[in-house]
């Protein structure tokens, strides 16, 4: 069949069946041209021919100030948001069953609250007798939060959009289910669209939501990868079983730095904020022993000091083990291969394993250096000074390479009374003062010095 020629005039805009001299509608003459369909094909594989409304451009360059933040008081949750609550936002909090998700939300709630904000708390898990109890036992039975117990999301929006709330806290998003939808609550086609309908629902009506998402046997948030996408903010929160410490971590974050974290306290009385994260996980540190170093470290925007604990003894096994808690096991298994390639110290029949005190998560390449440090340590039962931090890259080549932030990894080393630093030679920033810094060019001169081998 033939396609059907469109025309349209170019100076109303009027479409014809045929192409004529003067436009019937303004009568210019000589403005009807052939309308060139959008998309190649037919309407139900493409987009098809009609047209849609022109979409206003503007310059980058604007004099617009940049939207206003609420904070919430809560410094370690304003520091992952990246400065506080921005409106309209969409925010995904991911994080194993009772880790503190919603505790620590109906305490930002709570605070929010208080700080002005219309707050309302829609519990999809729990009923409002259960919220209650909560707020009751973290003292805040007096906030002016808004509580509601639902999972019908045309029910909670229909809420919503008659309280004009400027938060709503969702809890979870697993749970919520959608009418139109053909699947049960939690599949990945209801997550999705629960997900797409919030999300847009707080860009046009200009309401800040937070979502709260269950995570599977890896971690990962539960549901489709699209919906980290959807929102603005992706959050983590992290932390062991039996630990006290809770870290906030931000994965993902359009209006402030990724990989920021907030270290919080559980406590009987909610989560507590942890204001110097080096101190407390430095806290526990006794006495120099074999295979304990610790690490000057950058998450986000701030330092934080963490101790890695080595410990290498004969294997019964033909096998050796490597076992690591909080750190890439892959990153163990090359700076193995490194220290026995490059400078010669074997650990074949030796079982490894590395830990990172506190349940801290550390994946940053410059803690290279204090694994290797920690493992020399424990192998050769040598303790290094109590008062000595180590951070550096390791290089296949056995090279040290400089690391990023060293004045600011200094300058929490030295607040918190360490006197020498362990680090590469490239790096050509000032050592702090009252800190003294051993610099070294490879990890054959760093082990023949503090270890007297290589």
């Not at 729990?126 to 002016?144: C, F, H, I, N, T």
Request: proline share 5%; aromatic share 6%.
């Amino acid at each position: 069949m033939a396609k059907k020629l469109q025309y349209v005039c170019n100076a109303c805009g009027a479409s014809a069946s045929k192409w004529a001299g003067q436009c019937d509608s303004c009568g210019e003459w000589n403005s009807i041209t052939e309308e060139k369909p959008l998309s190649e094909g037919s309407s139900s594989k493409s987009i098809g021919a009609k047209r849609g409304g022109h979409v206003d451009l503007t310059d980058l360059s604007t004099d617009e100030a940049p939207p206003p933040r609420t904070m919430s008081g809560m410094d370690e949750l304003d520091r992952v948001l990246g400065g506080g609550l921005v409106p309209s936002s969409a925010i995904l909090v991911g994080g194993d069953p009772g880790i503190g998700k919603s505790t620590v939300l109906l305490q930002a709630a709570a605070q929010f609250a208080s700080n002005g904000l219309k707050t309302i708390y829609i519990s999809g898990e729990e009923a409002s007798a259960q919220v209650r109890m909560r707020a009751q036992r973290l003292g805040l039975k007096d906030a002016p939060v808004k509580l509601g117990a639902e999972t019908n999301l045309r029910d909670i929006l229909t809420t919503l959009e008659a309280e004009k709330p400027q938060l709503a806290i969702i809890d979870s998003i697993q749970t919520m289910w959608v009418d139109t939808v053909d699947s049960a609550p939690g599949s990945v086609s209801q997550v999705r669209a629960a997900a797409h309908e919030l999300t847009s629902f707080a860009k046009r009506k200009g309401v800040s939501v937070i979502l709260v998402g269950h995570v599977t046997k890896d971690g990962q948030i539960a549901g489709p990868r699209v919906v980290e996408h959807m929102v603005d903010t992706v959050l983590y929160f992290e932390g062991e079983r039996g630990h006290q410490f809770r870290i906030l971590r931000a994965v993902k974050n359009r209006f402030g730095p990724a990989d920021e974290i907030g270290v919080f306290e559980m406590t009987g009385a909610g989560l507590q904020e942890v204001k110097n994260p080096s101190a407390l996980f430095l806290s526990e540190r006794g006495e120099p022993s074999p295979g304990s170093v610790v690490f000057s470290g950058i998450e986000g925007t701030r330092p934080v000091l963490v101790e890695f604990q080595a410990l290498v003894a004969p294997s019964p096994h033909s096998q050796p083990r490597r076992t690591v808690v909080g750190w890439d096991s892959s990153r163990l298994a090359m700076i193995l291969a490194v220290l026995e390639a490059r400078v010669g110290i074997p650990f074949a029949g030796l079982d490894v394993y590395l830990n990172v005190a506190g349940g801290m998560k550390v994946s940053e390449p410059a803690a290279d250096l204090a694994v290797a440090a920690a493992l020399l340590s424990a192998r050769e039962d040598a303790a290094l000074p109590k008062d000595t931090v180590v951070f550096g890259e390791i290089s296949l080549s056995g090279a040290l390479r400089s690391v990023s932030q060293t004045e600011n990894r200094l300058k929490e080393a030295q607040k918190l009374g360490f006197s020498t630093a362990i680090m590469p030679k490239g790096d050509k920033a000032p050592a702090t003062a009252g800190l003294t810094a051993k610099r070294y060019d490879d990890l054959t001169a760093f082990v023949g010095d503090i270890f007297g081998a290589g």
